[in-house]
C-alpha cells in the first residue's frame, strides 16, 4: 500500500493563498526550495489538481532553459519532469509531460492507486485535497512562511480536511 502526503505553503497567520488563488507571497527561500525539490525526488507519484497542474506544467517543462535558471531550478525541472503524474480534471482534455488524465471520481482512483504498491504519493493542490483526500491522507506537511498575509478574504489552512 502506498503513502499519501499532502503538503502546502501557509503564511504565518494560516492562509495558503490569497485572493483571486494569489500564491505570489509564498515565492520560496532556497532551503524551502530544497525541501520540495526533494521531496519530489523522493516521490513516486503526484497528484495534481487543474489548477497547481496549469501553473506547474506551464513552467517547470521549460524552466531549465530559460536564462538565469539556477542549479537548483534545473534539478527541480529535471525531477518534475520525469516525475509520473495524475492530473484530475473535468474541464481540460489532454496532459503531457509523464503525467496522465483523470476525468472521473478522484476519490475512487485516489483510492485505488493508494492500495496499489508503490512508492509514496503526493497531492498537489487544495482544491484536489479537499475534495478527495479526506481520510486517506497519511501524512499532512506544512511549511510555515514567515509571512503575515496582508489580504483579509484569502484561503485559510484551516479548513476542514486539514484536520480529518
Given at each position: ?26 515565492v ?77 471520481d ?43 498575509s ?15
Amino acid at each position: 500500500m502506498r503513502t499519501l502526503t499532502f503538503g502546502m505553503n501557509v503564511s504565518l497567520d494560516g492562509y495558503i493563498a490569497a485572493p483571486g488563488d494569489d500564491l505570489g507571497w509564498s515565492v520560496p527561500s532556497h532551503e524551502v526550495f530544497k525541501f520540495w525539490s526533494d521531496r519530489v525526488g523522493a516521490t513516486d507519484l503526484a497528484l495534481y489538481g487543474r489548477k497547481v497542474w496549469e501553473a506547474m506544467s506551464s513552467h517547470w517543462p521549460t524552466a531549465a532553459q530559460q536564462p538565469g535558471a539556477t542549479p537548483a531550478h534545473i534539478e527541480f525541472a529535471g525531477r518534475w519532469l520525469n516525475m509520473p503524474k495524475v492530473v484530475f480534471s473535468s474541464t481540460i482534455s489532454t496532459v503531457d509531460w509523464n503525467a496522465r488524465l483523470v476525468t472521473g471520481d478522484a476519490v475512487s482512483e485516489i483510492t485505488r492507486l493508494k492500495a496499489e504498491d508503490g512508492g509514496p504519493m503526493d497531492i498537489v493542490g487544495a482544491t484536489l485535497a479537499a475534495a478527495a483526500m479526506r481520510g486517506r491522507a497519511d501524512r499532512r506537511v506544512r511549511v510555515w512562511s514567515p509571512t503575515r498575509s496582508w489580504w483579509a478574504a484569502g484561503y485559510p489552512s484551516s479548513r476542514s480536511w486539514t484536520t480529518g
